[in-house]
């Protein structure tokens, strides 16, 4: 009897480890690519967060993933790798003097072009973490954005 539950034991142990395994290869080469257009000039670059959470939506510094691109032709890609399936959503800005944080004016809206995933829109500030959200299963895919601009 003892001999059977060591052997439960360690086949639940190397089940658990090849599930584990199984995991971290999946999110390897899972990308989610966000394809920006309608900026209005190749200044400075675009800024984007992925985030995994509405707690931290859209919230600066808070974001899963963050990443930074360069602007060609008035777009810009932005390219998030390695990311393990889950619901996600993505916030960006343009921002054309290197700043690091969107600029707000003094009753908190955007002084630079914005956007979000989905196009969500919302009303009188962000929208909400779930209008942009995506339910990503994982392998690649791309997620378009029309930047805003006040």
Same mark, same amino acid.
């Given at each position: 009897m003892?001999?059977?539950k060591?052997?439960?034991?360690a086949?639940?142990a190397? !089940?658990a480890?090849?599930g584990?395994?199984?995991?971290?290869? +999946? #999110?390897s080469?899972n990308?989610? /690519?966000?394809?920006?257009? =309608?900026?209005?000039n190749?200044?400075g670059?675009v800024?984007?967060?992925?985030?995994? +959470?509405?707690?931290?939506?859209?919230? /600066? =510094? #808070?974001?899963?993933? !963050?990443? #930074?691109? +360069?602007i060609?032709?008035?777009?810009?890609?932005?390219?998030?790798?390695?990311?393990? &399936?889950?619901?996600?959503a993505?916030?960006?800005?343009h921002?054309?003097?290197?700043?690091?944080?969107?600029?707000? =004016?003094?009753?908190?809206?955007p002084?630079?072009?914005? !956007?979000?995933?989905r196009n969500?829109t !919302?009303t009188?500030?962000?929208? /909400?973490?779930?209008?942009?959200a995506?339910n %990503?299963?994982g392998?690649?895919?791309?997620? &378009?954005?029309a930047?805003? %601009? &006040?």
């Amino acid at each position: 009897m003892r001999f059977v539950k060591l052997g439960l034991v360690a086949v639940l142990a190397i !089940g658990a480890a090849i599930g584990a395994a199984t995991a971290a290869f +999946s #999110q390897s080469g899972n990308t989610i /690519s966000v394809d920006v257009t =309608g900026l209005r000039n190749n200044n400075g670059d675009v800024r984007c967060g992925l985030y995994n +959470s509405a707690a931290t939506f859209p919230k /600066s =510094g #808070q974001e899963f993933m !963050g990443v #930074q691109a +360069s602007i060609a032709n008035q777009q810009a890609n932005c390219v998030f790798n390695n990311v393990a &399936p889950g619901l996600y959503a993505v916030a960006l800005f343009h921002a054309e003097k290197g700043e690091t944080k969107l600029r707000t =004016g003094f009753f908190g809206q955007p002084e630079e072009g914005y !956007g979000f995933s989905r196009n969500a829109t !919302g009303t009188m500030g962000p929208p /909400s973490f779930n209008a942009a959200a995506y339910n %990503y299963a994982g392998g690649n895919t791309v997620w &378009p954005v029309a930047i805003t %601009y &006040p």
